[in-house]
């Protein structure tokens, strides 16, 4: 469907491909050593002012901010899940909107209204009205230099993820959103969600080693980043964290004059069926709980949390909680998928010990799908999901498939899958993925491995595995993990569908 410019979807999605940075570009800036830094905040603050509004205009959304290394995405799916039972009986909040990175299988899922990815007329159309405004206002008031850095002036239109939250600020303004939870790209204090000046709560879901180039190599200098999105005047909550990133936070909180306070698991917890039954979880659901109060009592009046229980509204927003691509099982035939996004060391060896509790209940076969494409380092997250599945109990896997990004084998990427910030060249002749197949089968020389161009060329694979390699009664126990971009290309294949 078109917009009322005659402009359609698709072409937003090709004009927001045309944003994204290139490799070499990527690759230059890594080398020259240029990171994000307080620049990159000022340039979106001109590029808000360019589209009309203020930051003060983003109090309206009476925004909850979310950063964090793991769980942070689960953490706002919980908090949204949680108003919008508490809508369904009290009308309030009338709007909820939720911002989140990376998508699954269209960009459109990264801003959602009540629960709904926004329509791809609606996407459409608030796309080229930003589009349109930033190339009239530049036009207006000429090119401007902010980071001094390079001397070079600004781009007409920030960047791919940037772009698209500023454009999420815009939809969210005009809909007329009250509540909305947005969560950070990569680390906190220079990310471009960091624009909002007084959030009505802020969350810090557990801190670990990630995005090293950005945000520093150690987790106190990722805790100093995440951190930055602590306001003062602002709630603040975090969990228990490293004993390091955990002093780094509070010395922050000190700095801006915020009383971050440190949650326990909640009790009021006990009894309700939190999905997985893991500790990590109940941690993000503790955290999506805090949150939601923050912002009901801030809304509603009438609202005042119950010390001793949680109410109907926040135990069903727990319990029915749906956050695509986390800790997913689909039975297809002979073939049991386990699906479950995870990109460091820790949040790997999670979704192997989830999948490792999910298989003591079946019997057959173990396979496994993974990527991470343009992270030197994943190669080293391996081992540790051989030695988390074998301390489980549950032995080897004895199918291992690396693939790339690249969803089918005919037709390449959906244009929403295209990304060109990582190399070409390294993509088509699968170096990673061969690099991971040689790491495993040092680790496991006993594994079948095979590396293989695209995500359906795996997926088929496995699932011929189901003709071949199974005995009666057996099933194949599949799991798909690493990128999230591998996992919603996963989705979109196993399920057919174009939007999740």
């Known amino acids: 469907m078109a917009s009322q410019s005659g402009r359609t979807y698709n072409d937003a999605i090709d004009a927001l491909n045309s944003l994204q940075t290139p490799y070499a570009i990527v690759e230059a800036r890594r080398k020259a050593g240029i990171r994000p830094d307080a620049a990159s905040i000022a340039e979106m603050q001109v590029y808000l002012q360019r589209i009309g509004y203020t930051p003060s205009d983003l109090d309206r959304l009476n925004v909850l901010h979310v950063a964090g290394t793991k769980g942070k995405g689960s953490t706002c799916a919980f908090a949204e899940s949680i108003l919008s039972q508490y809508q369904k009986s009290h009308r309030v909040p009338r709007k909820i909107g939720l911002f989140t990175s990376p998508h699954l299988i269209a960009v459109r899922e990264r801003i959602k209204i009540n629960g709904a990815s926004v329509s791809e007329d609606i996407f459409a159309r608030y796309f080229f009205e930003v589009w349109d405004k930033l190339g009239a206002a530049e036009e207006a008031?000429?090119?401007?230099?902010?980071?001094?850095?390079?001397?070079?002036?600004?781009?007409?239109?920030?960047?791919?993820?940037?772009?698209?939250?500023?454009?999420?600020?815009?939809?969210?303004?005009?809909?007329?959103?009250?509540?909305a939870v947005y969560e950070t790209g990569i680390g906190g204090q220079y990310d471009a969600t960091n624009v909002v000046e007084h959030p009505v709560g802020t969350g810090i879901s557990t801190?670990?080693?990630?995005?090293?180039?950005?945000?520093?190599?150690?987790?106190?200098?990722?805790?100093?980043?995440?951190?930055?999105?602590?306001?003062?005047?602002?709630?603040?909550?975090?969990?228990?964290?490293?004993?390091?990133?955990?002093?780094?936070?509070?010395?922050?909180?000190?700095?801006?004059?915020?009383?971050?306070?440190?949650?326990?698991?909640?009790?009021?917890?006990?009894?309700v069926n939190v999905r997985p039954d893991a500790l990590f979880q109940k941690k993000n659901a503790s955290l999506g709980v805090a949150l939601a109060e923050t912002a009901l009592q801030k809304i509603d009046p009438s609202f005042t949390p119950d010390k001793s229980a949680l109410s109907k509204e926040f135990v069903d927003g727990i319990?029915?909680?749906?956050?695509?691509g986390r800790c997913e099982v689909k039975v297809d035939g002979p073939i049991i998928w386990h699906v479950?996004?995870?990109?460091?060391?820790d949040s790997l060896k999670m979704a192997t010990k989830w999948f490792a509790g999910e298989c003591a209940k079946r019997t057959g076969p173990k396979a496994m799908i993974f990527n991470q494409q343009g992270r030197d380092e994943a190669?080293?997250?391996?081992?540790?999901?051989?030695?988390?599945?074998?301390?489980?109990?549950?032995g080897t896997f004895e199918h291992v498939v690396f693939c790339s990004n690249v969803t089918y084998a005919e037709t390449g990427y959906k244009r929403d899958f295209v990304n060109y910030q990582y190399d070409p060249e390294a993509i088509k002749a699968l170096t990673a993925q061969r690099a991971f197949a040689e790491k495993w089968s040092s680790l496991d020389p006993e594994a079948k491995v095979v590396v293989l161009p695209t995500i359906e060329d795996a997926i088929n694979h496995v699932r011929a595995l189901g003709e071949t390699s199974i005995?009666?009664?057996?099933?194949?126990?599949?799991?798909?993990?690493?990128?999230?971009?591998?996992?919603?290309?996963?989705?979109?294949?196993?399920?057919g569908a174009d939007s999740l």
């Open 319 to 324: 319990e029915q909680v749906v956050w695509r």
């Open 141 to 179: 008031e000429g090119q401007k230099i902010v980071d001094q850095r390079l001397g070079l002036p600004m781009p007409t239109r920030p960047v791919y993820s940037r772009y698209l939250t500023l454009m999420s600020y815009h939809l969210f303004l005009q809909e007329g959103i009250d509540v």
């Open 207 to 271: 801190l670990g080693i990630d995005h090293v180039f950005a945000l520093g190599n150690t987790v106190e200098k990722i805790a100093w980043h995440k951190a930055g999105i602590m306001k003062t005047g602002s709630a603040a909550f975090t969990i228990e964290q490293l004993p390091e990133a955990a002093e780094v936070l509070q010395q922050r909180a000190k700095e801006k004059g915020v009383l971050l306070k440190v949650l326990d698991i909640d009790p009021r917890l006990k009894g």
């Open 340 to 345: 479950d996004g995870a990109h460091t060391v």
């Open 471 to 495: 005995s009666e009664g057996e099933t194949v126990q599949a799991l798909i993990t690493g990128s999230l971009h591998l996992v919603g290309g996963a989705l979109g294949i196993l399920e």
């Open 379 to 394: 190669v080293h997250f391996l081992e540790g999901m051989i030695s988390t599945l074998k301390a489980q109990g549950q």
